[in-house]
């Protein structure tokens, strides 16, 4: 049986036993008391990874401390080993060389010290790199080339799985998984992903990411372990892993450091000891379910030691958790389903809806745009539609330019709001928070239905689908339905993507037109968001509420909106495109 099988075998064994990581690399390292010429010469000195190619003896000789103090899980020493990083030292070209001897030296070690009764496995480490890409340090597909290269490595050297750890950016997270499903594709077979963020003693992500977004915007990715290391010990831990949990579907760790460092005599110096550290994991394991724990930044192979020798005795309390399926901006999740309100969706960023919008493009204002964000965020909304198809103008660049400001700027997540799919992507690659793509419909085939699916499948996002096909828009209650169970079959059996990330737009047409046909537009929508709510119940609604209007003067538009509002609620409707502050009780 394959490696790979055994430890995932193990990871969901019904007995779901603890399973224990290795402790710090770079203190062990620094024990050593390594020269300039072990690292291969003074301009590689403090490379850690280079060693494996400059002095593989002293990286073994870690892995074999760990495994002898009983760790089931060794990482391999290649925390910094994307181009990226490497290109500091001028070793971007040895990326792939380094990444492969790094996983098959541990392996190695691993098949060593491996029994029957105790399979030991090797972790390909990923860290954070030097770069956030919500910072626009690096683009995001100059990051995810430079994580496909070292994830090829890792997976032809051996490793088992895969920890993508010390994660301060959810962009950059959505990066590095967006290269490691590519190689897999390659490869035509998976190993088990672990993602591994790391809080702050603030209480957030670098960035300023909440642990509740964090969960949102992963939920949907194909990982088996999420959890926190690094920064803090795991006493200011304990919050956030209460939160995994609670809410988390995917199996919790935690690898702390011996507590925060102190700065003695321009050392850090950590005072958790080995069985301090192992009262507070054994906490976790028995009251919250933890399933993997492990040793960051100051431990060592005693406190290793301490953690296997309990771990034995020692099984993850059962986990039910409840999951909120939400939106989120970089710092917070939005549920979908409010508790006393609609999922307001701010229109004001339209600039095929907004006159105001429409003029701050042409001036290039992004501040003025930025502000007219944050106004709807003041006015009650709970996301921003962001639209910037303006005809004449670069759509791509106008996306760049505006979500990159929005994303550090605005608390609230975002709906990417185009007729072109490159527009959508263009925001998915800046924003690291958990969209909305609106939308995607059949009024051009099934070509572009699946590309825009596709990109909510591969960024975690929602996707907002219009009732419209071949034939044009749906007019009749009994049409809309007919393609929504289309579009719903292709979404969730082809693509794989849950019910309750699909938001049907069964649309708002005018009734104020004067023609007779159109008199029954809005009864018809209604009628229809009814009839899907009830067939496919875990689905949800959004309309842009003001369409219907469209042409009357603005005292009367405020009565018919608000009006057709509260009936399309009573009939199901989760979410509205609507500016909150025209909108009357």
């Not at 105790?118 to 890409?133: D, E, H, I």
């Not at 994660?167 to 594709?185: G, H, P, R, T, Y």
């Not at 049409?479 to 079959?489: G, M, V």
Request: charged fraction near 25%.
């Amino acid at each position: 049986m394959a490696t790979e099988s055994l430890f995932r075998q193990r990871l969901q064994h019904p007995d779901r036993p603890v399973i224990v990581f290795d402790g710090g690399m770079g203190t062990q390292l620094q024990a050593q008391n390594l020269t300039a010429e072990d690292f291969g010469g003074p301009q590689y000195e403090g490379c850690n990874e280079y060693l494996v190619l400059s002095k593989p003896e002293a990286i073994a000789k870690v892995h074999r401390a760990y495994l002898e103090a009983g760790a089931d899980v060794i990482e391999t020493d290649t925390f910094g080993g994307t181009a990226i990083v490497l290109d500091e030292y001028d070793l971007g070209p040895f990326a792939y060389e380094i990444n492969q001897k790094a996983a098959a030296l541990a392996k190695s070690l691993a098949q060593e010290f491996s029994t029957p009764e105790k399979p030991r496995f090797v972790a390909g480490s990923m860290g954070p790199g030097t770069k956030l890409p919500t910072l626009l340090h690096i683009d995001f597909d100059s990051m995810e080339r430079a994580y496909r290269e070292q994830v090829r490595g890792l997976y032809d050297g051996g490793a088992d799985l895969l920890i993508v750890e010390t994660c301060q950016d959810v962009l950059q997270i959505k990066s590095v998984l967006k290269a490691i499903e590519a190689v897999f594709a390659e490869k035509g077979d998976r190993l088990p992903i672990m993602v591994s963020v790391t809080v702050e003693s603030t209480g957030t992500l670098l960035v300023g990411s909440a642990i509740d977004a964090v969960v949102a915007i992963l939920e949907r990715y194909p990982i088996d372990i999420l959890g926190l290391n690094c920064a803090t010990g795991p006493d200011l831990m304990a919050e956030h892993i209460r939160y995994l949990s609670q809410h988390s579907p995917f199996a919790v760790s935690c690898i702390p450091n011996a507590g925060l460092p102190e700065n003695v005599g321009g050392q850090a110096v950590y005072r958790l000891t080995p069985d301090g550290l192992r009262d507070h994991l054994k906490v976790f394991v028995e009251e919250l379910g933890v399933q993997v724990i492990g040793g960051c930044c100051g431990t060592t192979p005693a406190h290793i030691r301490s953690l296997a020798a309990t771990a034995a005795q020692l099984r993850p309390k059962a986990r039910p958790y409840t999951y909120v399926p939400a939106a989120t901006s970089l710092y917070g999740s939005q549920p979908y389903e409010q508790d006393n309100s609609f999922l307001i969706v701010g229109e004001r960023l339209n600039a095929s809806g907004s006159k105001k919008c429409r003029d701050l493009l042409a001036a290039e204002d992004w501040d003025g745009l930025v502000a007219l964000g944050r106004g709807q965020e003041q006015e009650g909304a709970h996301v921003l539609d962001v639209n910037v198809d303006y005809v004449g103008r670069d759509g791509v660049r106008d996306m760049h330019a505006l979500v990159s400001r929005l994303v550090t700027n605005v608390t609230l997540p975002l709906m990417l709001d185009s007729t072109e799919w490159q527009k959508m992507e263009a925001g998915l690659k800046l924003a690291g928070g958990k969209c909305i793509l609106n939308s995607t419909n059949y009024e051009d085939g099934e070509e572009r239905f699946d590309t825009v699916l596709a990109l909510a499948k591969t960024h975690g996002a929602g996707i907002v689908i219009g009732t419209i096909d071949e034939e044009g828009m749906a007019r009749t209650a009994e049409k809309k339905l007919e393609i929504a169970r289309r579009a719903y079959r292709r979404a969730t059996e082809h693509f794989g993507l849950p019910g309750h990330e699909l938001f049907f737009d069964t649309l708002a047409l005018p009734i104020s037109t004067g023609i007779e046909e159109d008199r029954q537009n809005a009864a018809q929508t209604i009628e229809a968001i009814r009839r899907i709510k009830q067939e496919m119940p875990e689905c949800h609604h959004l309309l842009g509420i003001s369409n219907i209007s469209f042409g009357l003067n603005p005292a009367s538009r405020m009565v018919l909106n608000s009006v057709f509002l509260d009936e399309a609620r009573r009939a199901g409707l989760d979410a509205a495109i609507v500016h909150a502050s025209k909108i009357c009780p």
